[in-house]
């Protein structure tokens, strides 16, 4: 009797029952009894022979399918790329990856190894993607990327907070490969072990970071950084470091593009001078960033004999490609800081940087004096000072703050040439004057057409002084901004036989002030009254005022705005009109 096709075995069916009887056959071969179905013994053999032919044809069915998904895979464009290409498009995803964390960079490189075999081949013949070593990773895997990154320069990574490792047991797999650090990147607060672990050449070092703990090794006595890398680092360009003292006569500083001192304390000096020398052995210097460095006062006497590498420099050191200098206070040591030794002067005027430097200096006191050189020549050392036509004034929130100055150029708006932050525990008042005192002497502004200022509530009598002087000294100021400051502050424009500062101010603007009506009217009027304007014999005329701009300032009416219309154009945003 034939069977109906929906009940007739399909062929892989068969093909498995064929399997079954033949594993049961083999295993009934040698029994001395025939096959009997009911027994526990022989249904326990049937149970093995079934799984026997279901691991079997498992695994012949996975690699069935691992081969077809691989011809499937080779159809697709992707894989039509030359490897060199594929490769290429590896590095660029994992040089993102790593900007992220160790792990996900470690999760990326699993990922495109697990896509295929010819991924897995392509990543794990690309050296360049195994090349990162983080203290954060098992020491399983720095050891497999040792290996597969073959020859290719490695970057080094130990931060004490974020690693799996001790500080001995990374270094101790990555030193014997110095000869390949592309980058070292070193922060620990055991400081002290550091120089055992750099006693090798680095001839491929590129960049190097080393950030210790404030102490014994960040006072320039220390001699424990005196020959790291047994002073052969020929290609390094970017040198960080922090509370870590390398003497300053090392030739690690040579040929520099980048030099980053802080936390260090300078008790000597003669450092100065050795520092400027340092500077001369980097003319390609685009970055020096001086952050709570520590010196000795008197720094331009010279009490050294010790010769030239001790004694100050008869010329001026340039940096032409010099395009960020910073500078900060000092916040830890009993020592003096840089910018109340007078050093931060000293090396100012000896150094020449070009026009498009860009200048930041944060110090502790309210003495500019005492940081910017005051000459002649500063012209010459600094000439971004003189490109200067816009110039921001913000007084702190709070008296613990600092006033910030900062200075552009309208080419590039969004740079700074110059920016200050002065003394951040001083009265206000104090800041304000000095500020305005010491800007017009040290800053040489003859370009300045904007003047900012934020944040000047009521002040003192000196402080108007001194702003007045300040007005006054800068005659080719055409627009002035008021930004959340007090009546007294803008009452300063207002012109009189004796006071007429600002005589190009064109526009006013004035955003969030609590000023008093007529005040502002008294301002208007001066400058847009004729006979005022040509003033008495023996005074300088003033062009009108012609735009005055006002935003949310509280004290304006709508009767106030119309009467200033009736002198000049008043633009009014988020203001009653």
Request: aromatic letters at 6%.
């Given at each position: 009797?034939?069977?109906?096709?929906?009940?007739a075995?399909?062929?892989?069916q068969?093909?498995?029952q064929?399997f079954?009887?033949?594993?049961?056959?083999?295993?009934?071969?040698?029994?001395?009894?025939?096959h009997?179905?009911?027994?526990?013994?022989?249904?326990?053999?049937?149970?093995?022979?079934?799984?026997?032919?279901v691991?079997?044809?498992?695994?012949?069915?996975?690699?069935?399918?691992?081969?077809?998904?691989?011809?499937?895979?080779?159809?697709?464009?992707?894989?039509?790329?030359?490897?060199?290409?594929?490769?290429?498009?590896?590095?660029?995803?994992e040089?993102f990856?790593?900007?992220?964390?160790?792990?996900?960079?470690?999760?990326?490189?699993f990922?495109?190894s697990?896509?295929?075999?010819l991924?897995?081949?392509?990543a794990?013949?690309?050296?360049?993607?195994?090349?990162?070593?983080?203290a954060?990773?098992?020491?399983?895997?720095?050891?497999?990327?040792?290996?597969?990154?073959?020859?290719?320069?490695?970057?080094?990574?130990?931060?004490?907070?974020?690693?799996?490792?001790?500080f001995?047991?990374f270094?101790?797999?990555?030193?014997p490969?110095?000869?390949?650090?592309?980058?070292?990147?070193?922060?620990?607060?055991?400081?002290r072990?550091?120089?055992?672990?750099?006693?090798?050449?680095?001839?491929?070092?590129?960049?190097?970071?080393?950030?210790?703990?404030?102490?014994?090794?960040s006072?320039?006595?220390?001699?424990?950084?005196d020959?790291?890398?047994?002073?052969?680092?020929?290609?390094?360009?970017?040198?960080?470091l922090?509370?870590?003292?390398?003497?300053l006569?090392?030739?690690?500083?040579?040929?520099?593009?980048?030099?980053?001192?802080?936390?260090?304390?300078?008790?000597?000096?003669?450092?100065?001078?050795?520092?400027?020398?340092?500077?001369?052995?980097?003319?390609?210097?685009?970055?020096?960033?001086?952050?709570?460095?520590?010196f000795?006062?008197?720094?331009?006497?010279?009490?050294?004999?010790?010769?030239?590498m001790?004694?100050?420099?008869?010329?001026?050191?340039?940096?032409?490609?010099?395009?960020?200098?910073?500078c900060?206070g000092?916040?830890?040591?009993?020592?003096?800081?840089?910018?109340e030794?007078?050093?931060?002067?000293?090396?100012?005027?000896?150094?020449?940087?070009?026009?498009?430097?860009?200048?930041?200096?944060?110090?502790?006191?309210?003495?500019?004096?005492?940081?910017?050189?005051?000459?002649?020549g500063?012209?010459r050392?600094l000439?971004?000072?003189?490109?200067?036509d816009?110039?921001?004034i913000?007084a702190?929130?709070?008296?613990?703050?600092?006033?910030?100055?900062?200075?552009?150029?309208?080419?590039?708006?969004?740079?700074?040439?110059?920016?200050?932050?002065?003394?951040?525990?001083?009265?206000?008042?104090?800041?304000?004057?000095?500020?305005?005192?010491?800007?017009?002497?040290?800053?040489?502004?003859?370009?300045?057409?904007?003047?900012?200022?934020?944040?000047?509530?009521t002040?003192?009598?000196?402080?108007?002084?001194?702003?007045?002087?300040?007005?006054?000294?800068?005659?080719?100021?055409?627009?002035?901004?008021?930004?959340?400051?007090?009546?007294?502050?803008?009452?300063v424009?207002?012109?009189?036989?004796?006071?007429?500062?600002?005589?190009?101010?064109?526009?006013?603007?004035?955003?969030?002030?609590?000023?008093?009506?007529?005040?502002?009217?008294d301002?208007?009027k001066?400058?847009?009254n004729?006979d005022?304007l040509?003033?008495?014999?023996?005074?300088?005329?003033?062009v009108q005022?012609?735009?005055?701009?006002?935003?949310?300032?509280?004290?304006i009416?709508?009767?106030?705005?119309?009467e200033?219309?009736?002198?000049?154009?008043?633009?009014?945003?988020?203001q009653?009109?």
């Amino acid at each position: 009797m034939s069977l109906d096709n929906s009940e007739a075995p399909s062929f892989p069916q068969l093909t498995l029952q064929a399997f079954i009887d033949d594993n049961l056959h083999k295993i009934y071969a040698d029994a001395d009894t025939p096959h009997q179905g009911t027994s526990p013994a022989n249904l326990d053999k049937e149970i093995k022979a079934v799984q026997l032919a279901v691991e079997a044809i498992k695994e012949c069915a996975d690699k069935r399918l691992r081969d077809l998904h691989r011809r499937r895979n080779h159809l697709s464009l992707i894989y039509r790329l030359p490897n060199e290409i594929l490769s290429s498009i590896f590095q660029f995803a994992e040089s993102f990856a790593r900007t992220r964390s160790s792990s996900k960079r470690l999760h990326f490189l699993f990922n495109i190894s697990s896509v295929s075999h010819l991924w897995r081949e392509v990543a794990l013949n690309t050296p360049g993607l195994w090349t990162s070593l983080s203290a954060s990773l098992p020491e399983g895997a720095i050891e497999a990327s040792l290996d597969r990154s073959k020859h290719a320069a490695l970057c080094i990574q130990y931060h004490s907070e974020e690693c799996n490792l001790h500080f001995s047991d990374f270094m101790a797999l990555v030193v014997p490969h110095t000869h390949r650090w592309r980058t070292c990147h070193i922060i620990t607060e055991r400081s002290r072990a550091i120089p055992h672990f750099l006693q090798t050449s680095a001839p491929h070092l590129e960049t190097l970071y080393l950030d210790g703990e404030i102490g014994t090794n960040s006072r320039d006595s220390s001699t424990a950084f005196d020959r790291i890398f047994i002073n052969h680092t020929p290609h390094l360009r970017e040198l960080y470091l922090d509370a870590i003292f390398v003497p300053l006569a090392h030739p690690i500083y040579a040929g520099l593009t980048t030099l980053h001192l802080g936390n260090i304390d300078y008790l000597l000096q003669e450092s100065m001078f050795r520092l400027l020398r340092a500077l001369e052995g980097s003319p390609s210097l685009e970055v020096l960033e001086l952050l709570n460095l520590g010196f000795t006062p008197t720094v331009e006497a010279n009490p050294s004999s010790n010769g030239d590498m001790e004694g100050p420099i008869s010329q001026p050191v340039q940096l032409l490609h010099l395009r960020d200098l910073r500078c900060t206070g000092y916040q830890w040591s009993e020592r003096h800081p840089l910018s109340e030794t007078r050093g931060l002067r000293y090396l100012l005027s000896h150094i020449i940087a070009p026009p498009t430097l860009k200048l930041a200096i944060s110090v502790r006191g309210i003495n500019l004096r005492d940081v910017i050189p005051i000459s002649p020549g500063s012209a010459r050392n600094l000439p971004n000072l003189s490109l200067i036509d816009t110039l921001f004034i913000q007084a702190p929130r709070y008296s613990v703050e600092q006033l910030t100055v900062s200075g552009h150029c309208s080419a590039s708006p969004d740079d700074e040439l110059v920016s200050f932050g002065i003394g951040g525990d001083h009265p206000e008042h104090l800041k304000l004057q000095a500020i305005f005192s010491h800007l017009g002497h040290i800053l040489p502004m003859p370009l300045l057409e904007k003047l900012s200022l934020s944040r000047i509530k009521t002040i003192e009598p000196d402080s108007i002084a001194a702003i007045v002087a300040f007005l006054g000294q800068h005659s080719t100021i055409q627009r002035i901004e008021f930004i959340d400051c007090g009546t007294s502050v803008i009452d300063v424009l207002a012109l009189t036989p004796s006071m007429r500062a600002c005589p190009l101010l064109r526009e006013l603007w004035i955003s969030d002030c609590t000023i008093r009506a007529h005040s502002l009217i008294d301002v208007v009027k001066s400058r847009t009254n004729q006979d005022q304007l040509r003033g008495g014999p023996g005074t300088a005329e003033v062009v009108q005022l012609q735009k005055l701009n006002i935003n949310q300032c509280r004290g304006i009416s709508p009767l106030t705005i119309r009467e200033l219309r009736r002198h000049l154009v008043v633009v009014c945003q988020g203001q009653a009109r």
